[in-house]
């Protein structure tokens, strides 16, 4: 019996609830079952991305490392569009002739940061056996661009005015030897270029460079090959070629390689090459062409030039106020 009280005015009153049949218990309903927790969704794997496959270099075969080109010109513009251009070019190239395996440019390019290789091109001996060690090269090939230049004429005939334009490219390509640092061969990469513009004809090349640096290679990547490839390369007569400087002792490059101080004899291939003589406290002498051939090699001196001498002048002020 269920009983409530409740509390007015300090009485206590007791009123009997009426009585109620008591309800049935409710039936208990059997627990369900408990379910074994449910394991959240594993998260969908990628497949493992696999690396690139590393070619194995083939046995015998000549493995090149391509070197940015040096843009020797020191102008902008278009001279720095070739030197650009140049190195990618020579490289599909060599590819292409099957003969050569050639190092991808991203592994040149972190090669050359590890080092910390500088813009000057110059590659020694113990440079060109650490790069050739880093990448796992037989050669390095090296280049710079000599020459970029525009020649315009403008004519008139029959009263119809036309400009001609010649475009000029030169560049110098070496292959070196990775393992003891000298030049295997050195080519020059010449090529001009013509366009006739009238004002029946005023449509110009956007791109006059890149067909002529194209063209230039062409025409001396069979030789750089056969100057790598053991069974191919005949060896080329080398003559000797004495330099020296005024004042004596300064430091003789031939080709971006270090041939010691003069005065000093070289021995070098028939060919053209780069000789850079220099000295602390002179200005830089250098010769972009310097041919040698049979018989016909004439000691080359360098009269060196002093560099302005930098001087600081004090002058004293005096003012006197009256």
Known sequence: MLMLAVVLSGATYAEEAAEEPAKPAAEEKPAAEAKPPVAPAAAK??????????????PGVPRVAVLPFVNSTKQVGEAEKVAGVA??????????????????RSRIDEMLTEINFGTSGLVDAPTAAKMGKLLGVTHIVTGDVQRVARDRQITKAYNIESTRETYYVTLIVRVIDAANGRVVTSKK????????????????ETDVMTPLVEEGLKGIVGDLVTAMLPGERK??????????????GADVEVDGIFEGNCPVEADLE???????????????????????????????????????ATTNTNVDVNINKK
């Open 235 to 248: 060896e080329g007569k080398t003559f000797v070629v004495k330099f020296d400087s005024q004042p004596t």
């Open 189 to 204: 990469a010449e090529q001009p270029r013509e366009q006739i513009l009238t004002k029946y004809n005023e449509k110009q």
């Open 270 to 308: 028939a060919g053209v090459h780069v000789v850079k003589i220099t000295l602390p406290g002179y200005e830089v002498w250098e010769q972009k062409m310097v041919k040698v051939r049979d018989g016909k090699n004439k000691p080359i001196t360098a009269k060196l030039v002093l560099k302005p």
């Open 87 to 104: 190195a990618p070019t020579l490289q599909d190239m060599l590819v292409n002739t099957g003969k050569v395996d050639v190092v991808e």
């Open 45 to 58: 794997e990628e497949p493992a991305k696999t690396p690139a496959p590393v070619v194995a270099p083939r």
